[in-house]
């Protein structure tokens, strides 16, 4: 089972997907993951020059995926690295895709009454939960295992070996959070996640953002 430690207001919905373990969530969670490293990992990489026109050009691209994927999240019978969480300035668990993931899926209003991170008609939630930012990294981590022979192979998103991965990854932000600098922008980090989120399902409609109001106590 996923463990969390830290405990904010849930809706229903965040609820299901982080703490109830129901894997039909779960499921539509990774679909939408798979299209985040696509988008960030896949084809924002360049076809190697030498390789375009070339009648192996196929097995080449192939080959330079693979090699990408291993630096992002290591070996595959090797220890899992999160390198593909790092951001360009070095920041952990900041890259663009976390916080894509994060807010596509639970920000999302397309197709629910209510997207998962709205508490009522008024409020979203009043932070970004650490559990939140270990599950996007664990789920981005597996999709990109999909990619790591250089093209896309389905796996399962089950307990073994994700479960490990996310406590690690759980551990590790628990441990920034109590950390000077490190807590400073991990804080930051769920700070800009939430702006981003509140804005996409309207809430906010400018880049201009009272962060006080955003984090008044919030009633579900």
């Given at each position: 089972?996923?463990?969390?430690?830290?405990?904010?207001?849930?809706?229903?919905?965040m609820a299901d997907?982080?703490?109830?373990e129901?894997?039909?969530?779960?499921a539509?969670?990774?679909l939408?993951?798979?299209?985040?490293?696509?988008?960030h990992?896949?084809?924002?990489?360049?076809t190697?020059?030498?390789?375009?026109?070339k009648?192996?050009?196929?097995?080449?691209?192939?080959?330079?995926?693979?090699?990408?994927?291993?630096?992002?999240?290591?070996p595959?019978?090797g220890?899992a690295?999160m390198?593909f969480?790092?951001?360009?300035?070095?920041?952990?668990?900041?890259?663009?895709?976390?916080?894509?993931?994060?807010?596509?899926f639970?920000?999302?209003?397309?197709?629910k009454?209510r997207?998962?991170?709205?508490?009522?008609?008024?409020?979203?939630?009043?932070?970004?939960p650490?559990?939140?930012?270990a599950?996007?990294?664990?789920?981005?981590?597996?999709c990109?295992r999909?990619?790591?022979?250089?093209?896309?192979?389905?796996?399962?998103f089950?307990?073994?070996?994700?479960?490990?991965?996310?406590?690690?990854?759980?551990?590790?932000l628990?441990?920034?959070q109590?950390?000077?600098t490190?807590?400073?922008?991990?804080e930051?980090?769920r700070k800009?996640?939430?702006?981003?989120?509140?804005r996409r399902?309207?809430?906010?409609?400018?880049?201009?953002?009272?962060?006080q109001?955003?984090?008044?106590?919030?009633?579900?």
């Amino acid at each position: 089972m996923f463990l969390l430690g830290e405990k904010p207001n849930y809706t229903d919905g965040m609820a299901d997907l982080l703490m109830k373990e129901k894997w039909s969530t779960r499921a539509k969670f990774r679909l939408v993951a798979r299209d985040v490293v696509t988008e960030h990992y896949i084809y924002s990489l360049p076809t190697p020059p030498e390789a375009k026109g070339k009648p192996n050009e196929a097995a080449l691209r192939a080959k330079q995926l693979a090699a990408h994927v291993t630096t992002l999240i290591g070996p595959k019978k090797g220890t899992a690295t999160m390198d593909f969480a790092i951001s360009e300035e070095g920041v952990a668990f900041a890259h663009p895709s976390i916080k894509d993931l994060i807010v596509k899926f639970l920000f999302n209003p397309v197709g629910k009454d209510r997207p998962l991170a709205v508490l009522n008609e008024n409020r979203v939630i009043d932070n970004i939960p650490l559990p939140a930012i270990a599950f996007a990294a664990t789920t981005l981590y597996c999709c990109l295992r999909e990619w790591q022979s250089g093209q896309l192979r389905k796996l399962y998103f089950r307990e073994h070996p994700y479960e490990a991965i996310y406590k690690s990854v759980h551990k590790n932000l628990v441990q920034y959070q109590q950390s000077g600098t490190r807590s400073e922008k991990l804080e930051k980090l769920r700070k800009d996640i939430l702006a981003a989120g509140t804005r996409r399902v309207g809430q906010l409609d400018t880049e201009d953002i009272d962060m006080q109001m955003l984090f008044e106590p919030s009633s579900p």
